[in-house]
């Protein structure tokens, strides 16, 4: 059954790690002019892997200026981009989500910090809470030169201001291709959320947006 999918239990540490380092993270990135929102008068998209995608998904729902989010595969290969297949940690891809959102609205720099400050522990290898395998890897897929400098230029930030108690472990690649998982996998918080999974590892993100990111968040 699907609410059994991630049976253990996982304590808050991960997420309490991000919360107390969330002054130092704002503080490290600012709200620099190279990210601030542009008027460019079309949509973009960003590609972001942070373990289970279901919790990833639901936070970036909640921001303004993004309008769609879609939970998919990014990493490998399209004839392997099938949950059961990724779940083996043998075909490159990271459970990802794809986020598309209005530039003029908010800035890439701004999702880079919702990315590390509240959607995941970027300090975790190859893991993300309970879940343990590549496909949970932090991960930012880019898609242009410029979302890789800024990218680049964020997580050094974050490493000179010590942001984090632990080394970031986040990798910056190009995006060859983004898969759509299931649609039983999308929208999966908002569908489903009395799962325990849920509760004890996602609901807790959104709270911190809510209060951290009050400029940010979107009911």
């Known amino acids: 059954m699907i609410s059994l999918r991630r049976p253990r239990t996982f304590s808050l540490y991960a997420l309490a790690l991000i919360a107390a380092a969330a002054t130092n993270v704002s503080a490290a990135s600012g709200r620099a002019a190279e990210s601030a929102p542009q008027n460019t008068g079309a949509q973009q998209t960003a590609v972001f892997a942070g373990g289970c995608f279901w919790g990833v998904d639901a936070v970036f729902k909640h921001v303004k200026g993004v309008d769609r989010v879609v939970s998919g595969y990014a990493g490998g290969a399209p004839a392997t981009a099938e949950y059961e297949v990724v779940s083996t ?104 959320p009395d799962n325990p999974y849920i509760v004890i590892n996602d609901l807790p993100k959104l709270e911190l947006l809510r209060e951290k990111y009050p400029k940010l968040y979107k009911p």
Do not use: C, M, W
């Open 89 to 192: 940690g043998t075909t490159g891809h990271a459970e990802s989500v794809e986020v598309t959102y209005d530039p003029s609205e908010i800035s890439y720099g701004d999702l880079l910090e919702v990315f590390f400050n509240v959607a995941h522990d970027p300090t975790e290898l190859d893991r993300q809470g309970p879940d343990t395998g590549s496909q949970y890897r932090s991960a930012i897929f880019v898609t242009n030169a410029e979302q890789k400098k800024v990218a680049d230029a964020y997580i050094a930030k974050l490493n000179q201001a010590k942001a984090f108690p632990d080394p970031i472990v986040t990798r910056v690649v190009p995006l060859k291709g983004f898969y759509p998982a299931e649609a039983y996998h999308q929208n999966y918080l908002e569908r489903h």
